[in-house]
């Protein structure tokens, strides 16, 4: 297994386990508990776990690129509504599908922003993953069978999750050059705690069942996106990406077993492209990258 893997793709594949059953725990507490509400109890205990791990390291708690670090935690904040919302509002299966969907995205913005090379594979990759996405949603203009009765409001919602997480990975790449793992995720939890209340429509006593699931979420989520952290920061944006792909694999899982979620043939066709497609582009589809 070691040889299978870098470090850095280990350390995503934790960190993709882990937000894995966060997503689960994150469905559970949706019944009832505002999106917002989950989030505040997220950011809270996440800048709480990042306090810790940077006096343990010893290192400024703000980091040195603020600006920066200020705008990646404004935009992991639409990225996690977005996200939260949508694996609420749909299937388990099918929202994360097309929420980790986003390595073409990635590997389309690191190739515009980052000069990281797609090539040839990589656009295929890209094509099938878009199918992927397509077999997912089946929209009307291109299915002629009955389609996915998927909520329309709440497939805006993770495209438009797609593509603010695309964004705030990339800023993350980006940061984590120079600036510790813990400071990178301090700031999404800070704004995160400081904006959620403000778009709050009402606040629920959670059951004690529910704050389980809700400091679950908490938990689970924040230890995946140091692991995640720590990979980005050692390994191609669009080469890691690819290990992302196994959270549908651990959602269909999940979904079958605790939600009576059962997959149907479409969405595990479009499981199976996006994961083929993300497995291709980082196999090899950004490995090049334009020489400085």
Same mark, same amino acid.
């Given at each position: 297994m070691?040889?299978?893997f870098?470090?850095?793709?280990?350390?995503?594949?934790?960190?993709t386990?882990?937000?894995?059953?966060g997503?689960?725990?994150?469905k559970l507490?949706?019944?009832?508990?505002?999106?917002?509400?989950?989030?505040?109890?997220?950011?809270?205990?996440?800048?709480?776990f990042?306090?810790?791990?940077?006096?343990?390291?010893g290192?400024?708690?703000?980091?040195?690129?603020?600006?920066?670090?200020?705008?990646?935690?404004?935009?992991?904040?639409?990225?996690?509504?977005a996200?939260?919302?949508?694996?609420?509002h749909?299937?388990?299966?099918?929202?994360?599908?097309?929420?980790?969907?986003?390595?073409?995205?990635?590997?389309?913005?690191?190739?515009?922003?980052?000069?990281?090379?797609?090539?040839?594979?990589?656009?295929?990759?890209?094509?099938?993953?878009?199918?992927?996405?397509?077999?997912?949603?089946?929209?009307?203009?291109?299915f002629?069978?009955?389609?996915?009765?998927?909520?329309?409001?709440?497939?805006?919602?993770a495209?438009?999750?797609?593509v603010?997480?695309?964004?705030a990975?990339?800023?993350?790449?980006?940061?984590?050059?120079?600036?510790?793992?813990?400071?990178?995720m301090?700031?999404?939890?800070l704004?995160?705690?400081?904006?959620?209340?403000?778009?709050? &429509?009402?606040?629920?006593?959670? =059951?004690?069942?529910?704050? *389980?699931? @809700? $400091?679950?979420?908490? +938990?689970?989520?924040?230890? %995946?996106?140091?692991?995640?952290?720590?990979?980005?920061?050692?390994?191609?944006?669009?080469?890691?990406?690819?290990?992302?792909?196994?959270?549908?694999?651990?959602?269909?899982?999940?979904?079958?077993?605790?939600?009576? &979620?059962?997959?149907?043939?479409? =969405?595990?066709?479009?499981? *199976?492209? @996006? $994961?083929?497609?993300? +497995?291709?582009?980082?196999? %090899?589809?950004?490995?090049e990258?334009?020489?400085?």
């Open positions: 070691r040889n299978l870098t470090p850095g793709m280990r350390y995503m594949l934790l960190g386990f882990l937000f894995s059953i997503s689960l725990l994150i507490a949706g019944e009832r508990i505002p999106t917002m509400e989950i989030l505040f109890v997220r950011g809270v205990f996440g800048i709480g990042c306090w810790c791990i940077v006096r343990r390291a290192v400024s708690m703000f980091g040195t690129r603020r600006f920066l670090l200020v705008a990646r935690g404004a935009i992991g904040f639409i990225a996690l509504f996200e939260f919302y949508a694996i609420i749909l299937p388990l299966a099918d929202a994360i599908a097309i929420l980790f969907s986003h390595p073409a995205v990635v590997a389309l913005l690191a190739w515009g922003i980052l000069g990281e090379r797609i090539g040839k594979r990589g656009l295929v990759a890209i094509a099938v993953i878009l199918t992927g996405v397509a077999v997912v949603c089946r929209p009307e203009f291109l002629s069978v009955e389609g996915a009765n998927l909520d329309p409001l709440a497939l805006s919602v495209f438009g999750g797609v603010t997480t695309s964004i990975i990339l800023c993350v790449r980006t940061l984590a050059k120079t600036e510790h793992p813990a400071v990178v301090l700031y999404p939890p704004i995160i705690s400081l904006v959620s209340p403000l778009f709050a &429509e009402g606040w629920v006593m959670p =059951t004690t069942i529910e704050w *389980v699931y @809700i $400091v679950g979420v908490a +938990l689970f989520m924040n230890c %995946g996106q140091y692991f995640m952290t720590r990979g980005y920061a050692i390994e191609s944006a669009a080469r890691i990406s690819a290990v992302t792909c196994l959270e549908i694999v651990f959602a269909a899982l999940w979904g079958a077993s605790f939600l009576g &979620e059962i997959p149907d043939s479409w =969405t595990v066709a479009g499981g *199976v492209f @996006i $994961v083929a497609g993300t +497995l291709i582009l980082g196999h %090899g589809g950004g490995q990258e334009t020489p400085s």
